[in-house]
């Protein structure tokens, strides 16, 4: 029902105002309910859902629910008292990086809503690490919270700079402490220098150089790397392959976003009238589905994986489930289908794994090839 009524009502109306302005309008709201326990009380009534099977621990940490929200959404830190009440079951705040950011030129935002995607060119807008590190610690945490740590969008003379940027947030985070998991963003298509350095993160000695001097901190949380949609499986087996070597890196997230305006997916007319940026949602599902299987199959527990890319419905995020991965993420589905949509995956997920006679998710993960 309150899904309805944001498709048919809401929605329509936020659908005439620029996208980047409805985001910080979520936000704001988001943020104005969290803050207050009665309006935290009517947003649990109607959003919240909860079922004993799709509880997790991992890592020591208490999942309620495998859904949680993916890093581009909630830069800044402003919803996490809300989100726990409209069923997510964690959250990934960022990317935030160590100098604050203003963001790309506008629109930062754009909506292809019938490829079921969004255009984005944020570039991490953020406020910065030490503002955002400040902010959380007054801050109570009901659900695992993840930072997503990416490099700072400038140019750099060369790689030691960029990873110079990264290792000052990473110190700040471990120092502090209070995350529950870190994200390693080395895949954002979006940003400024991404193809002129002579070695990057997406290539074999790029990433190993960047794990090596992340291996000198001591990162005392789980982290997991945030790969790129568009490498080739041997590509990524590649970076994966790399990533073994180091203890601390628990897990994988499949994946970004899509870059090629001719993935098939795409409404050709949408694509045509898009502007600069990359691209969310339905374009994403199925190469990031196919990269979470060949990688699970591989590693089966060395790695976790969260699966993260066009989840709209509970069957969607069964697929990745089944594929391998033990956690997934979503951004694009809630814009399009409204915050009760959180819940719903979640019922519709207790309902497959019911159906399939599973009595936790933790049974259903990697199912397809056990
Ligand atoms: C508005 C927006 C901003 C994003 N910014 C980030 C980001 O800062 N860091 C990141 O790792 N991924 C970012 N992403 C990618 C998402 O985390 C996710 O990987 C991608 O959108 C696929 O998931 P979805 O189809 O559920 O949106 C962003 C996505 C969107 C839609």
Redesign the pocket.
Known sequence: MIGLLYRKILKPILFLFPADDV?VFFLKMGNFIGRYPFFRHISRFFFFYKNDSLSQNIFNLEFTNPIGL????D?NADLIEVLPDISFGYQAI??VTFWPYKGNAKPM?GRLPKSKS?L?N?G?KNHGIESILNKVSKTEKRIPLGI?I?STNKLYKNIDEMIEDIISSFKKVTAQNYFDYY?L?I??PNLINVESLKDKFDEPIGFGILLNKLSYLNINKPLFV?MYLEKSVRDTILLTEVASIYPFVKGFIF???VKNRNNPLFDKNEIANAGKGNF??KP?EQITNDLISEVYKKYKNRFLIIG????FTGRDAYEKIKRGATLV?????MIYEGPSVIGKINKDLAKLLKKDGYKNIKEAVGVYYK
């Open positions: 985001h993916a890093a581009g959404f830069y960022g990317t935002l969004l984005v944020k991490f997503s990416g994200e963003n895949s954002c945030k994946s970004n976003l969310s949602g994403t993260c890319g066009g989840v993420q979503l951004i694009t589905g």
